[in-house]
Protein backbone atom coordinates (compact mmCIF):
# COMPACT_ATOMS: atom_id res chain seq x y z
CA UNK A 1 0.00 0.00 0.00
CA UNK A 2 2.88 2.53 0.84
CA UNK A 3 4.30 1.74 -3.02
CA UNK A 4 1.02 2.24 -3.84
CA UNK A 5 0.59 5.82 -2.42
CA UNK A 6 4.27 6.63 -4.00
CA UNK A 7 2.96 4.92 -6.97
CA UNK A 8 -0.90 7.60 -6.87
CA UNK A 9 1.23 10.56 -6.30
CA UNK A 10 3.98 9.97 -8.97
CA UNK A 11 0.87 9.26 -11.09
CA UNK A 12 -0.84 12.30 -10.49
CA UNK A 13 2.43 14.39 -10.77
CA UNK A 14 2.50 12.93 -14.51
CA UNK A 15 -1.07 13.59 -15.43
CA UNK A 16 -1.02 17.06 -14.26
CA UNK A 17 2.25 18.07 -16.09
CA UNK A 18 1.86 16.04 -19.38
CA UNK A 19 -0.14 17.09 -21.91
CA UNK A 20 -0.56 19.78 -24.82
CA UNK A 21 1.34 22.13 -22.88
CA UNK A 22 4.23 20.50 -20.34
CA UNK A 23 4.68 21.88 -17.55
CA UNK A 24 7.40 21.16 -15.00
CA UNK A 25 6.45 19.08 -12.46
CA UNK A 26 8.39 21.83 -9.71
CA UNK A 27 6.42 23.97 -11.09
CA UNK A 28 3.06 21.45 -10.74
CA UNK A 29 4.28 21.26 -7.01
CA UNK A 30 4.75 24.85 -6.89
CA UNK A 31 1.54 25.71 -7.52
CA UNK A 32 -0.19 23.59 -5.42
CA UNK A 33 2.11 24.67 -2.83
CA UNK A 34 0.90 28.37 -2.91
CA UNK A 35 -2.73 27.05 -3.24
CA UNK A 36 -2.63 25.77 0.03
CA UNK A 37 -0.16 28.10 1.32
CA UNK A 38 -0.02 31.35 -0.21
CA UNK A 39 3.32 32.99 -1.52
CA UNK A 40 5.05 29.12 0.21
CA UNK A 41 6.78 29.31 -2.97
CA UNK A 42 8.70 32.17 -4.93
CA UNK A 43 6.52 32.14 -8.41
CA UNK A 44 8.54 31.66 -11.48
CA UNK A 45 5.58 30.37 -13.75
CA UNK A 46 3.27 32.38 -15.79
CA UNK A 47 -0.45 33.06 -14.76
CA UNK A 48 -1.28 30.72 -17.93
CA UNK A 49 0.48 28.07 -16.77
CA UNK A 50 -0.96 28.42 -13.20
CA UNK A 51 -4.88 28.45 -15.01
CA UNK A 52 -3.91 25.20 -16.75
CA UNK A 53 -2.52 23.43 -13.84
CA UNK A 54 -5.47 24.34 -11.09
CA UNK A 55 -7.91 24.74 -13.08
CA UNK A 56 -7.85 22.13 -15.66
CA UNK A 57 -5.49 19.50 -15.30
CA UNK A 58 -5.45 19.15 -11.11
CA UNK A 59 -9.45 18.73 -11.19
CA UNK A 60 -8.93 15.84 -14.46
CA UNK A 61 -6.31 13.90 -12.58
CA UNK A 62 -8.57 14.13 -9.24
CA UNK A 63 -11.64 13.07 -11.22
CA UNK A 64 -9.50 10.26 -12.61
CA UNK A 65 -8.51 8.96 -9.15
CA UNK A 66 -12.06 9.19 -7.68
CA UNK A 67 -13.66 7.86 -10.56
CA UNK A 68 -11.24 4.72 -10.76
CA UNK A 69 -11.13 3.94 -7.30
CA UNK A 70 -14.97 3.58 -6.85
CA UNK A 71 -15.86 1.64 -10.07
CA UNK A 72 -13.01 -0.66 -9.03
CA UNK A 73 -14.53 -0.74 -4.98
CA UNK A 74 -17.44 -1.45 -7.16
CA UNK A 75 -16.57 -4.51 -9.68
CA UNK A 76 -14.81 -5.90 -6.49
CA UNK A 77 -18.04 -6.09 -4.25
CA UNK A 78 -20.22 -7.75 -7.01
CA UNK A 79 -17.57 -10.29 -8.03
CA UNK A 80 -18.02 -11.60 -4.32
CA UNK A 81 -21.69 -11.19 -4.02
CA UNK A 82 -22.26 -12.66 -7.14
CA UNK A 83 -19.34 -14.97 -6.84
CA UNK A 84 -18.09 -14.65 -10.68
CA UNK A 85 -14.81 -13.23 -11.94
CA UNK A 86 -16.65 -11.45 -14.67
CA UNK A 87 -19.25 -9.66 -12.76
CA UNK A 88 -18.58 -5.79 -13.55
CA UNK A 89 -20.92 -2.73 -13.51
CA UNK A 90 -20.23 -2.37 -17.13
CA UNK A 91 -21.42 -5.68 -17.62
CA UNK A 92 -24.24 -5.97 -15.06
CA UNK A 93 -25.93 -3.46 -16.61
CA UNK A 94 -25.51 -0.57 -14.12
CA UNK A 95 -23.47 1.60 -16.30
CA UNK A 96 -25.75 1.42 -18.92
CA UNK A 97 -28.43 2.48 -16.37
CA UNK A 98 -26.77 5.69 -15.48
CA UNK A 99 -25.93 6.96 -18.94
CA UNK A 100 -29.98 6.33 -19.54
CA UNK A 101 -30.69 8.38 -16.55
CA UNK A 102 -27.77 11.37 -17.23
CA UNK A 103 -29.08 11.47 -20.78
CA UNK A 104 -32.36 11.83 -20.35
CA UNK A 105 -31.02 14.69 -17.61
CA UNK A 106 -29.17 16.43 -20.40
CA UNK A 107 -31.59 16.44 -23.19
CA UNK A 108 -35.25 16.24 -22.49
CA UNK A 109 -35.61 16.96 -18.11
CA UNK A 110 -32.90 19.80 -18.00
CA UNK A 111 -31.28 20.41 -15.10
CA UNK A 112 -34.87 20.89 -12.61
CA UNK A 113 -32.73 20.82 -9.56
CA UNK A 114 -29.46 22.45 -10.47
CA UNK A 115 -26.14 20.39 -10.92
CA UNK A 116 -27.52 17.73 -8.73
CA UNK A 117 -30.14 16.84 -11.43
CA UNK A 118 -27.51 14.50 -13.41
CA UNK A 119 -25.82 12.74 -10.75
CA UNK A 120 -29.23 11.64 -9.14
CA UNK A 121 -31.13 10.82 -12.35
CA UNK A 122 -27.98 8.43 -13.15
CA UNK A 123 -28.37 6.97 -9.67
CA UNK A 124 -31.90 5.98 -9.89
CA UNK A 125 -31.00 4.70 -13.68
CA UNK A 126 -28.23 2.77 -12.39
CA UNK A 127 -30.86 1.86 -9.70
CA UNK A 128 -33.51 1.09 -12.26
CA UNK A 129 -31.33 -1.40 -14.44
CA UNK A 130 -29.97 -3.28 -11.43
CA UNK A 131 -33.47 -3.99 -9.97
CA UNK A 132 -34.25 -5.03 -13.29
CA UNK A 133 -31.58 -7.36 -13.67
CA UNK A 134 -32.30 -8.96 -10.43
CA UNK A 135 -36.02 -9.34 -11.87
CA UNK A 136 -34.82 -10.60 -15.27
CA UNK A 137 -32.71 -13.60 -13.26
CA UNK A 138 -35.84 -14.54 -11.35
CA UNK A 139 -38.04 -14.45 -14.18
CA UNK A 140 -35.91 -16.94 -16.46
CA UNK A 141 -34.62 -18.85 -13.33
CA UNK A 142 -31.10 -17.46 -13.98
CA UNK A 143 -29.81 -17.28 -10.20
CA UNK A 144 -27.07 -19.13 -10.87
CA UNK A 145 -23.45 -16.69 -10.84
CA UNK A 146 -22.89 -16.89 -14.35
CA UNK A 147 -26.46 -16.51 -15.86
CA UNK A 148 -26.35 -13.34 -13.43
CA UNK A 149 -24.24 -12.01 -15.71
CA UNK A 150 -25.66 -12.91 -18.75
CA UNK A 151 -29.15 -10.93 -17.39
CA UNK A 152 -27.01 -8.08 -16.85
CA UNK A 153 -25.45 -7.84 -20.54
CA UNK A 154 -29.15 -8.40 -21.89
CA UNK A 155 -30.62 -5.44 -19.70
CA UNK A 156 -27.57 -3.95 -20.49
CA UNK A 157 -28.33 -4.16 -24.24
CA UNK A 158 -32.09 -3.24 -23.94
CA UNK A 159 -31.34 0.13 -21.63
CA UNK A 160 -28.69 0.93 -24.15
CA UNK A 161 -30.83 0.87 -27.05
CA UNK A 162 -33.49 3.19 -25.21
CA UNK A 163 -30.80 5.71 -24.20
CA UNK A 164 -29.81 5.94 -27.86
CA UNK A 165 -33.66 6.58 -28.53
CA UNK A 166 -33.17 9.32 -26.39
CA UNK A 167 -30.54 10.55 -27.89
CA UNK A 168 -32.64 10.08 -31.54
CA UNK A 169 -35.02 12.24 -29.64
CA UNK A 170 -33.19 14.73 -28.61
CA UNK A 171 -31.81 18.06 -29.66
CA UNK A 172 -30.02 17.60 -32.65
CA UNK A 173 -27.50 20.41 -31.72
CA UNK A 174 -26.66 18.87 -28.10
CA UNK A 175 -25.53 15.05 -29.75
CA UNK A 176 -22.50 15.25 -30.42
CA UNK A 177 -21.83 16.56 -26.73
CA UNK A 178 -23.61 13.77 -25.49
CA UNK A 179 -22.10 11.06 -27.51
CA UNK A 180 -18.82 12.29 -26.50
CA UNK A 181 -19.66 11.96 -23.17
CA UNK A 182 -21.16 8.18 -23.79
CA UNK A 183 -17.29 7.15 -24.58
CA UNK A 184 -16.06 8.56 -21.47
CA UNK A 185 -13.83 11.26 -21.14
CA UNK A 186 -12.72 13.86 -17.76
CA UNK A 187 -12.32 17.10 -18.99
CA UNK A 188 -15.16 19.00 -17.97
CA UNK A 189 -13.89 18.24 -14.12
CA UNK A 190 -14.52 21.89 -12.13
CA UNK A 191 -13.27 21.91 -8.65
CA UNK A 192 -17.37 22.84 -7.37
CA UNK A 193 -18.30 19.17 -8.68
CA UNK A 194 -15.91 17.26 -7.25
CA UNK A 195 -16.94 17.16 -3.94
CA UNK A 196 -20.13 15.15 -5.30
CA UNK A 197 -17.71 11.70 -6.65
CA UNK A 198 -15.33 12.31 -3.67
CA UNK A 199 -18.67 12.38 -0.88
CA UNK A 200 -19.96 9.23 -2.20
CA UNK A 201 -16.85 7.48 -2.36
CA UNK A 202 -15.88 8.15 0.80
CA UNK A 203 -19.39 7.39 2.60
CA UNK A 204 -19.63 4.11 0.42
CA UNK A 205 -16.54 3.44 0.29
CA UNK A 206 -16.69 2.86 4.29
CA UNK A 207 -19.29 0.85 4.46
CA UNK A 208 -18.05 -1.24 1.89
CA UNK A 209 -14.92 -1.99 3.78
CA UNK A 210 -16.87 -1.97 6.85
CA UNK A 211 -18.34 -5.16 5.64
CA UNK A 212 -15.31 -6.57 4.13
CA UNK A 213 -15.83 -10.05 6.78
CA UNK A 214 -19.63 -10.37 5.06
CA UNK A 215 -17.98 -10.03 1.35
CA UNK A 216 -15.66 -12.73 2.23
CA UNK A 217 -18.40 -15.08 3.28
CA UNK A 218 -20.25 -14.25 0.21
CA UNK A 219 -17.35 -15.56 -1.56
CA UNK A 220 -17.80 -18.81 -0.24
CA UNK A 221 -21.18 -19.98 -1.05
CA UNK A 222 -25.07 -18.51 0.18
CA UNK A 223 -25.17 -21.55 2.66
CA UNK A 224 -21.95 -21.14 4.30
CA UNK A 225 -22.58 -17.05 4.84
CA UNK A 226 -26.16 -18.19 6.14
CA UNK A 227 -25.26 -20.31 8.16
CA UNK A 228 -22.54 -17.74 10.01
CA UNK A 229 -26.10 -15.14 10.36
CA UNK A 230 -25.82 -13.58 6.75
CA UNK A 231 -29.02 -12.28 5.53
CA UNK A 232 -28.31 -13.52 2.43
CA UNK A 233 -30.60 -11.94 -0.08
CA UNK A 234 -30.73 -8.85 1.93
CA UNK A 235 -27.11 -7.82 1.78
CA UNK A 236 -26.46 -9.17 -1.75
CA UNK A 237 -29.36 -6.17 -2.57
CA UNK A 238 -27.49 -3.95 0.08
CA UNK A 239 -24.33 -4.29 -2.40
CA UNK A 240 -25.99 -3.87 -5.89
CA UNK A 241 -27.61 -1.11 -3.88
CA UNK A 242 -24.25 1.04 -3.25
CA UNK A 243 -23.12 -0.23 -6.50
CA UNK A 244 -25.78 1.65 -8.20
CA UNK A 245 -25.03 4.50 -6.40
CA UNK A 246 -21.32 5.00 -6.78
CA UNK A 247 -21.42 3.39 -10.75
CA UNK A 248 -24.24 6.39 -11.03
CA UNK A 249 -22.58 9.71 -9.09
CA UNK A 250 -19.11 8.89 -11.54
CA UNK A 251 -20.94 8.32 -14.17
CA UNK A 252 -22.60 11.11 -14.22
CA UNK A 253 -19.26 13.08 -14.52
CA UNK A 254 -17.09 11.33 -16.34
CA UNK A 255 -19.31 9.22 -18.52
CA UNK A 256 -19.41 5.63 -19.54
CA UNK A 257 -15.96 4.28 -18.23
CA UNK A 258 -16.56 0.37 -18.94
CA UNK A 259 -13.66 -2.32 -17.63
CA UNK A 260 -12.08 -1.24 -14.41
CA UNK A 261 -14.10 -2.88 -12.11
CA UNK A 262 -13.52 -6.18 -13.89
CA UNK A 263 -10.10 -5.78 -14.59
CA UNK A 264 -8.56 -4.12 -11.16
CA UNK A 265 -9.78 -6.51 -8.76
CA UNK A 266 -8.10 -9.69 -10.12
CA UNK A 267 -5.01 -7.76 -10.43
CA UNK A 268 -5.29 -6.51 -6.76
CA UNK A 269 -6.15 -10.02 -5.65
CA UNK A 270 -2.99 -11.45 -7.26
CA UNK A 271 -0.74 -8.95 -5.11
CA UNK A 272 -2.51 -9.24 -1.89
CA UNK A 273 -4.72 -12.48 -1.85
CA UNK A 274 -8.32 -12.59 -1.11
CA UNK A 275 -9.53 -10.81 2.12
CA UNK A 276 -11.65 -8.25 1.42
CA UNK A 277 -10.24 -6.02 4.26
CA UNK A 278 -7.10 -5.31 2.07
CA UNK A 279 -8.53 -5.98 -1.40
CA UNK A 280 -11.29 -2.95 -1.05
CA UNK A 281 -8.51 -0.47 -0.55
CA UNK A 282 -5.98 -1.84 -2.83
CA UNK A 283 -8.68 -1.88 -5.34
CA UNK A 284 -9.41 2.01 -4.95
CA UNK A 285 -5.68 2.68 -5.14
CA UNK A 286 -5.20 0.54 -8.18
CA UNK A 287 -8.17 1.88 -9.66
CA UNK A 288 -7.25 5.58 -9.33
CA UNK A 289 -4.13 4.79 -10.91
CA UNK A 290 -5.12 3.08 -13.98
CA UNK A 291 -7.52 5.09 -14.80
CA UNK A 292 -4.84 8.38 -14.55
CA UNK A 293 -2.06 6.67 -16.62
CA UNK A 294 -5.62 5.75 -19.00
CA UNK A 295 -6.37 9.44 -19.10
CA UNK A 296 -2.58 9.88 -19.94
CA UNK A 297 -2.81 7.93 -22.47
CA UNK A 298 -6.35 9.19 -23.71
CA UNK A 299 -4.90 13.04 -23.62
CA UNK A 300 -1.38 12.48 -25.38
CA UNK A 301 -2.15 9.68 -28.33
CA UNK A 302 -3.71 12.47 -30.35
CA UNK A 303 -2.70 15.28 -28.87
CA UNK A 304 -3.73 17.93 -28.98
CA UNK A 305 -7.35 16.89 -28.87
CA UNK A 306 -8.86 14.60 -26.24
CA UNK A 307 -9.27 10.77 -27.58
CA UNK A 308 -12.28 9.47 -25.42
CA UNK A 309 -11.16 7.82 -21.79
CA UNK A 310 -13.86 4.89 -22.73
CA UNK A 311 -11.93 4.24 -25.90
CA UNK A 312 -8.37 3.46 -24.24
CA UNK A 313 -9.86 1.71 -21.39
CA UNK A 314 -12.25 -0.29 -23.84
CA UNK A 315 -8.92 -1.68 -25.56
CA UNK A 316 -7.23 -2.90 -22.78
CA UNK A 317 -10.25 -4.21 -21.11
CA UNK A 318 -11.22 -6.50 -23.74
CA UNK A 319 -7.81 -8.00 -24.11
CA UNK A 320 -7.89 -8.74 -20.61
CA UNK A 321 -11.32 -9.96 -21.03
CA UNK A 322 -10.28 -12.58 -23.29
CA UNK A 323 -7.17 -13.35 -21.58
CA UNK A 324 -9.45 -13.96 -18.46
CA UNK A 325 -11.79 -16.27 -20.23
CA UNK A 326 -8.90 -18.20 -21.02
CA UNK A 327 -7.62 -19.02 -17.63
CA UNK A 328 -10.79 -19.73 -16.32
CA UNK A 329 -11.36 -22.19 -19.20
CA UNK A 330 -7.80 -23.34 -18.98
Known sequence: ??????????????????????????TVWGVLANKLSPDAVAVDWSAGREAIVWDIRFPRALLAC???AGLAMVGASLQAVTRNPLADPHL???????????ILALLHTGLFIGSLTVPLLAFFGALAATLLVLAVSQFASATSADRLVLAGVAVSFIVMALANMLIFLG?????????????GGLG???????????????????????????????????????????????????????????TGVMVAFSGVIGFVGLMVPHIVR?????????????????????????????????????????????LIGGVFFVWLLRRRIG
Open 1 to 26: MGIGVLALVLSISIAVSVGAIAVPMG
Open 66 to 68: FVG
Open 92 to 102: LGISAGSAFGA
Open 171 to 183: DPRATHTVVFWML
Open 270 to 314: MIVGGDYARVLPASALVGAIFLLWADIIARTIMAPDDMPIGIVTG
Open 188 to 246: LAQWSQLLYPLSILIVCGIYLWLNARNLNAMTIGDETAATLGLPVARFRLSIFVIGALI
